[in-house]
Nanobody, 117 residues
Framework: QVQLVESGGGLVQAGGSLRLSCAAS????????MGWYRQVPGKQRELVAS???????NYADSMKGRFTISRSIALNNVYLQMNSLGPEDTAVYYC???????????WGQGTQVTVSS
């Protein structure tokens, strides 16, 4: 059973930065894409950023230039560096991974990010 464990969330003031980490229980080479999503109460979960097995990255328009997704193959981790945070970035952030062999999508438990104005 694949496990994804997020960490790094917390409370930050507007304009600040946070770095989220997602630790996978197996080699990230087993996933064809990994990503970060976020969700606020009453709204649908939305894509923040993704990274393919080949290293290609994709960002939601509102995150471009502020957020950076990266990975450590050696540590089986995916990261989300978030800069210039605003109150609108307050959400629960989830790590996501799609298995290469089965196309099964896995989710982490989420980490809360709160940005105060």
């Amino acid at each position: 059973q694949v496990q994804l464990v997020e960490s790094g969330g917390g409370l930050v003031q507007a304009g600040g930065s946070l770095r989220l980490s997602c630790a996978a229980s197996e080699s990230i080479f087993g996933f064809d894409v990994m990503g970060w999503y976020r969700q606020v109460p009453g709204k649908q979960r939305e894509l923040v950023a993704s990274i393919s097995s080949g290293g290609s990255t994709n960002y939601a328009d509102s995150m471009k230039g502020r957020f950076t997704i990266s990975r450590s193959i050696a540590l089986n981790n995916v990261y989300l560096q978030m800069n210039s945070l605003g109150p609108e970035d307050t959400a629960v952030y989830y790590c996501n991974a799609r298995a290469l062999a089965t196309a099964i999508v896995y989710w982490g438990q989420g980490t809360q990010v709160t940005v105060s104005s």
